[in-house]
Each structure stands twice: as structure tokens, then as C-alpha cells.
């Protein structure tokens, strides 16, 4: 995927404000890019563009392969509370006129592959705990076939032990199936542990970009010097 | 200073009665920062509310005791606790949204325990609480005396929330979560904030918190609660390096840190 | 615990109240017209449970007639202003805009009326009788579904499950009706609960002021406003209409309430 010196914004005619300013990057195939900041900052916004929620007020968004899918923040308001998992995991197979037995059986190996068994295909978001309803998510997200996924804080809701779960699961899946992650957050040591190139924003652009290592090694640029004085990281 | 021994709460309007804490034990002597970590369920919350008198009707107290500064917690009556709470005892919480009055001032609210707790008139409550916006790094505090919540940043607002908790000069706050929904470089600056407070103020403080990462920056003991149970408890150096506990080797396991880099081979 | 007592209470109420209107629609003891001076003002016995009216006619039969019509009434107006009102407040809310912007100011415009007085005003256009009751109110009740159910759906339509169901490729249309609506059915069931209510009581007192329902149609309204001159003679006559008319407000009120919680 590539992005080509995007600006994008909210509002119409004079509310409009600008919130990206010449966001420019590529993501290659099986790689897991990285994006850090602080609120405020444009990341959602970005993501939100990619994905043509946000409409582009000049540059380009190109994706190579298939429409990218997206894994939420918040896993209570990401799954339609009202339907069951099933259901839910069925709903783009549907759209796609695939045959039910065939949608249950995809929607059952897709459970599968995120750790959870197909009781949960029953089941109401409502009943599910924070960890497994982003398992579900990410389920959601691959069931289509898509191999480029846009992660937005995907662990920042959960608790420790659970994130660390969520972590290693979206690690495995993207060997296993060779998927490219943009992985969003504001949590500096997750993003070195998940990622392999990290981009660094501030104000709507991407102030510093580079290999994880030489990122927090040496970074360059005075705002990644700060964001990584100020983070806590924890010693031994 | 502090002293709970065996506090035990239940949820008594489920059956059977469901335990949020159980038999949680914790000291505490004056001036210090002690820690209390834990999951989501793990109770760390509920001991907070139980120790300003503030649990829900359906949580009650069934065992232990809390003896404050000679003072049997436990034993007071509601107008009791409200000579603790605020001039005592005090809080502060997680979300700078909804955690301050919004149709209150600024100002009015940094003195609202002074108005409640001292003999002051306006005037000297006013230079009072100027005074401590000046002292928890608000720039200008006279200009924002008079301004509302929501004109203020996540940022400043827990410095109100700090002073405000600090106007009073408790001898003991209790800060659920005060960093989590906050920037890195406003959780450093915050924490600074706090600790130089400590300092200067001798306030003991409890801190709750679910990242090992804050409490290991801020405090000087630690309990590790597990729902509703404490699995460990000792100083914050010996508890990191050396865990006792299956849970608290899992908990430390799980922190992200620099050390560890998950991802083993690189795409592209 | 409480909202599901009176959910269960409000559930009987309103479905025993409702089987007496809809008994009421298709069968009646006596002829709910034939008058016997013989009986006039008899009070309750075996024959008449609910004893006669000033001009001899069985109470309970023109009660059941009555709550027949008011339930009609009722009914047909939640069609045209809940279903209208829920349609206009699914699309206003969720495609917002200028068209949205501008039906909520006609609505305001609307609201800002007392109903009854619209209604009154419809009425002296249309003329009095049930259906042209049914319409008036119908389109008096459709701004404050349309208002509920839009609010109800510009919080759901910004939530992540919506954009999930975008990237699922799902079209706008199925998103509105199959997602986002039956998520907010509680508070629409709520809303209907209490609006079943106020358009029974709008209709009686339409009644009551000759405007609503016409003779021969009876009606609880009419029925109350006939009797009320012999309410210390003849107090059953007066009594049981209104007694419906209670229990009914009761029962969808809880309903309404249980619901919503």
C-alpha cells in the first residue's frame, strides 16, 4: 500500500480543518509499520483516511492488493451488540452471496484460527470478555481474505497479560498468512516489540520515520527524543 | 498511619455473596507512596472507595478493620466520614473529563475543601488556592481561577484535580488510575508533579494503578492484587526482581518492555 | 429487580387490557345501541355485569365497543406516526445534512404546538370521525418518533461496529435496518408503549369535546362525557369507562418503563 503525500480534514466549505499535512509513506507486503503519538496527533485520522472514511483533499491512496481491514481500540463498541458472534463473522460472507453452510464452516475455521472454538459463534458480544472480542475482531478482519490490516490501539484497552495474548496472536497470524500490519499506538514499548519500521507523528505529520532499533536508539528528530524521555519503560 | 488489616468486600446483591476483596492487608506510615496493582476485577478500585467510605449500597464491608491516625474507619457515621474525606483523606481519579464539575470553576472547585473544612473567609481562601495552582505548575493562575473545565486540557486538568486534592493538606490521598487516560508526556510530567508534592507536602499517597511501569517510577511498596486476593506484597525493587508469586512472574512477563522484542523475523 | 416486576405487572395489564379492546372490536354481550327504558340506570347485575346506562343500554357492552375503537384509534395512529416517525428519524439521523437539518425545524415547528390543538386544527379541516381521528393524530405523534428514534441513531451510527459493517461492504440500507435498528428497539418499543397511551387519551379527550368520534361509534371518551351529568346517580355508568381507561395508562406506562430500563 502506498500513501502519497495525503492531506485530509473534517468540516465543509470554511469549518473545514486540516488535520493531515503530506502524509507520505509506503507499507511493503509482510511488513509491520508502526505508528506513534500522542492524542491529537492524526493517527486516527489517518487511519480513517486509508480506509476512505475521511475523504483525501489532495494526494493519493493506493492500495495494491485488496481493500485493507481494520481491528478497533475499543472491542465494546466494535462488535454490534445485538447479533451473535456468528452472525456478525457471517455478515461479509453474506454480502459476497456465499451459500450458508459454507459461510458457517469459514466463520468456524476463521474462530478457530484466532484461538477460539465454535461455541462462541453463539454467543453475544455482551458476554464475552474484553480479549476475546478483539479476537473476534481480528477474526472479522481476515475473513474476507484481506492481508493488509489497520490496527488502531488494538491492546491499549486490555489489560496487561491480555495484551500480551493479542500481541503474540496478530504475530503469528501475520507469519502465517504473510499479512502487513499498520499498527497504531501510543504505547512506545509495544510498538518496539510488535514492529519493524516505526513512524513517528506529530500534529498531522510524520515527523520521524525509520527501523524500530535506530528509531529508539538515535532518534533525530527533538519530538521522538521527548516521547521517548518522558515514556516509563520498565527495568529490570 | 495506615492500618488495614483483613478487609474483606462483598457484592450482596447476587447470590451467593461475590467477593471483591478478600482479607487485604495493607500499612502505611506517613510521607509514603505505596502501590496497589492489578487487573481489571482485581478489587484494587473497590479498596479505594472502601477507604473514603464511598462503596456503592450493595458492597458492603463483611470482615476487618481500618484504623486512620487512631481513628476506626470502619466505626464512622456518614457526617464523621465527611470530616475525613477531603480534609483527611482524599482523591483523585482517572478521567480529567468527567471528574471535575463542569458547570463549576476552576477556582470554586480548588477551594471547595477549604470552604468545607476550614474557618477561611474568601479572601484567604482564594490566595490559598491561587497559592497551590501556582504550586502545581499552572501558569497563570489567576486567569484560570475563573475559567471552566472544559476550556482546560486533559493535562491540566488533573493539576487541578491534584490541587484540589491537595488544598486541604490531607495527610493521605488515594490516585485511582491518575495517569492512565493521559499522553506519555503528560503521565511523566504528572508523576513528577506527585512525587514533588510528596516531597513537599509529606502526603502519603496510594496508588492504584494497573502498569507496573508507573508503579515502578512513583512508589516504594507494592501490593499485587488478583481477583480480590493480595498474591504479593513487599518493596517495589525486591517484588520486580525477584517475584514470588506465579502471578506476579506472569504479570511481569507480560509488561512490554525494551528488553523483549517479540517480533523474532522481518518482513518486507 | 424493580423494572422487572413492573414489566411483568405492566405486560399483564396492557395484554389484558388489550383483549378486552380487541374482544371489543368483534363481539359485545347486547346490542351496544339498544336502548331499554325499563333498565335505565339499573345498577350492576348477572345480566348486566357492569350495569345500564341513562337510556337502558348495557355498560359493559358499550365499554367493550368503546375500548374496540379507542384501540383502533390507538393503533392506527402509532401506524401513521410511529412508522412514518421511525422511517423520518432513521434517515434524517443517519445521512444527516441539510434535508436533516430541515425536517427538524419543521418539527420544532410542529412540537411547539400543544398536540391537541394540532389535532383540533386537523379536525376542523378533515371533519370529526374515527379515521379522520386516526389521521390528524397520526400526524400530529410523527415529529416525536421521528426526534427519539434520531437521537437514538446518530449515537449508534458513530460507533465502530458501523464502520465494521461498512469495510464488511455492507450497503447503507441493510446497515440502517438490519444493524442500527434493533439495537435501538428497546427505546423504540418504549416509546411506542407511551404513545399507544397518549393517543388513547388524545382520543378520548377529543371525544369528550364531541370533536373525536362520532355517534354512532362508541367511544371511552364519549361514553364519559354522556354519563358524567348522572356520575352520583347511576357511578358505574361514569365508572367502568374510566376504570379501563386506568388500568390501560398503568399497564403501558410500566410497559414503557420496563422497557426503557
Not at chain 1, 509491520?32 to 487511519?47: A, Q
Not at chain 3, 372490536?25 to 336502548?35: N, R, S
Not at chain 3, 369528550?208 to 362525557?225: E, F, H, K, N, T
Not at chain 3, 367502568?240 to 430500563?261: E, Q, R, Y
Request: hydrophobic residues 45%.
Amino acid at each position: 500500500m502506498e500513501v502519497r503525500r495525503v492531506c485530509a480534514g473534517y468540516g465543509r466549505g470554511r469549518k473545514y480543518r486540516r488535520i493531515l499535512t503530506d502524509v507520505d509513506f509506503c507499507l511493503y507486503k509482510g511488513e509491520i509499520l508502526g505508528l506513534v503519538g500522542e492524542s491529537g496527533c492524526g493517527k486516527s485520522t489517518l487511519s480513517k483516511t486509508i480506509l476512505g472514511f475521511v475523504p483525501v483533499e489532495s494526494g493519493q491512496v493506493i492500495h495494491h492488493t485488496s481493500r485493507p481491514q481494520m481491528v478497533f481500540q475499543d472491542p465494546f463498541s466494535s462488535l454490534n451488540p445485538g447479533k451473535k458472534v456468528g452472525w456478525i463473522l457471517e455478515e461479509p460472507l453474506r454480502m459476497q452471496k456465499i451459500p450458508a453452510a459454507a459461510r458457517r464452516e469459514k466463520a468456524e475455521a476463521m474462530l478457530a484460527k484466532v484461538g477460539l472454538d465454535k461455541s462462541f459463534l453463539n454467543r453475544r458480544p455482551g458476554d464475552l470478555s474484553g480479549g476475546q472480542r478483539q479476537r473476534v475482531s481480528i477474526a472479522i478482519s481476515l475473513i474476507q481474505g484481506s492481508r493488509l490490516i489497520l490496527a488502531d490501539e488494538p491492546v491499549s484497552a486490555l489489560d496487561v497479560t491480555i495484551q500480551r495474548q493479542i500481541m503474540e496472536l496478530m504475530l503469528a497470524l501475520q507469519e502465517e498468512l504473510g499479512l502487513s500490519y499498520l499498527f497504531i499506538s501510543h504505547d512506545l514499548d509495544v510498538i518496539y516489540q510488535m514492529c519493524d519500521r516505526v513512524m513517528v507523528m506529530q500534529k498531522g505529520q510524520v515527523v520521524e520515520e525509520g527501523d524500530v532499533e535506530r528509531i529508539f536508539e538515535e532518534p533525530r528528530h527533538p519530538y521522538t527524543r521527548s516521547l521517548l524521555a518522558a515514556s516509563l519503560s520498565y527495568r529490570l | 498511619m495506615l492500618e488495614i488489616s483483613g478487609l474483606t468486600i462483598e457484592f450482596q446483591d447476587v447470590k451467593p455473596p461475590l467477593r471483591a476483596v478478600e482479607d487485604f492487608s495493607l500499612s502505611m506510615e506517613p510521607g509514603e507512596i505505596v502501590g496497589v496493582v492489578g487487573e481489571s476485577g482485581s478489587g484494587k478500585t473497590m479498596t479505594a472507595l472502601a477507604l473514603l467510605g464511598l462503596l456503592k449500597r450493595h458492597a458492603k464491608i463483611t470482615a476487618g478493620t481500618m484504623v486512620f491516625k487512631g481513628k476506626d474507619l470502619l466505626s464512622l457515621t456518614p457526617r464523621q466520614w465527611q470530616d475525613v474525606r477531603g480534609k483527611e483523606i482524599s482523591m483523585i481519579f482517572q478521567e480529567p473529563m468527567t471528574s471535575l464539575n463542569p458547570v463549576l470553576t476552576i477556582g470554586r472547585q480548588m477551594e471547595e475543601s477549604l470552604r468545607l473544612h476550614t474557618n477561611l473567609d474568601g479572601k484567604s481562601r482564594k490566595a490559598r488556592a491561587l497559592a497551590m495552582m501556582e504550586q502545581v505548575g499552572l501558569s497563570q493562575p489567576e486567569k484560570l481561577y475563573g475559567c471552566y473545565p472544559h476550556q482546560l486540557s486533559g493535562g491540566m486538568r488533573q493539576r487541578v484535580m491534584i490541587g484540589a486534592a491537595l488544598v486541604g493538606n490531607p495527610s493521605l490521598m488515594v490516585a485511582d488510575e491518575p495517569t492512565t487516560a493521559l499522553d506519555v508526556t503528560i503521565q511523566a510530567q504528572i508523576l513528577d508533579l506527585l512525587k514533588e508534592m510528596n516531597r513537599e507536602y509529606k502526603t502519603a499517597i496510594l496508588f492504584i494503578s494497573h502498569d507496573l511501569r508507573v508503579i515502578q517510577s512513583i512508589c516504594s511498596r507494592v501490593a499485587v492484587m488478583k481477583q480480590g486476593q493480595t498474591v504479593e506484597a513487599g518493596l517495589v525493587a525486591d517484588v520486580l526482581s525477584a517475584p514470588k508469586a506465579e502471578y506476579t512472574k506472569k504479570l511481569l512477563a507480560a509488561i512490554p518492555h525494551r528488553g523483549n522484542r517479540l517480533r523474532k523475523k522481518r518482513g518486507r | 429487580m424493580v423494572e422487572k416486576r413492573n414489566m411483568i405487572v405492566g405486560g399483564i395489564l396492557a395484554a389484558a387490557v388489550t383483549v378486552f379492546m380487541l374482544v371489543g372490536l368483534f363481539y359485545t354481550p347486547y346490542d351496544p345501541e339498544a336502548m331499554d327504558l325499563s333498565m335505565k340506570f339499573a345498577p350492576a347485575s348477572l345480566a348486566h355485569p357492569f350495569g345500564c346506562d341513562q337510556f337502558g343500554r348495557d355498560v359493559l357492552s358499550r365499554a367493550l365497543q368503546g375500548s374496540g375503537v379507542t384501540f383502533l384509534v390507538a393503533a392506527g395512529t402509532l401506524c401513521i406516526g410511529g412508522g412514518l416517525g421511525t422511517l423520518l428519524g432513521l434517515f434524517t439521523g443517519y445521512f444527516g445534512g441539510w434535508p436533516d437539518e430541515m425536517i427538524m425545524r419543521f418539527n420544532d415547528l410542529i412540537v411547539a404546538f400543544p398536540s391537541i390543538l394540532l389535532a383540533l386544527i386537523f379536525i376542523s379541516l378533515l371533519g370529526p370521525g374515527k379515521y379522520n381521528v386516526i389521521l390528524a393524530l397520526g400526524i400530529v405523534f410523527i415529529p416525536s418518533f421521528a426526534r427519539i428514534v434520531r437521537s437514538q441513531v446518530i449515537v449508534h451510527k458513530d460507533m465502530d461496529y458501523v464502520k465494521s459493517a461498512r469495510l464488511m461492504g455492507v450497503g447503507h440500507l441493510r446497515i440502517l435496518f438490519v444493524h442500527i435498528l434493533p439495537n435501538i428497539r428497546r427505546t423504540l418499543f418504549s416509546a411506542l408503549a407511551i404513545g399507544f397511551n397518549n393517543a388513547a387519551l388524545s382520543e378520548a379527550g377529543m371525544s369528550y369535546l364531541g370533536i373525536g368520534v362520532q355517534p354512532p361509534d362508541a367511544s371511552i371518551g364519549r361514553m364519559m362525557s354522556e354519563t358524567q351529568a348522572y356520575m352520583f346517580t347511576a357511578p358505574w355508568s361514569v365508572l367502568f369507562p374510566g376504570l379501563a381507561m386506568i388500568l390501560m395508562v398503568l399497564g403501558f406506562g410500566l410497559l414503557s418503563d420496563g422497557w426503557s430500563a
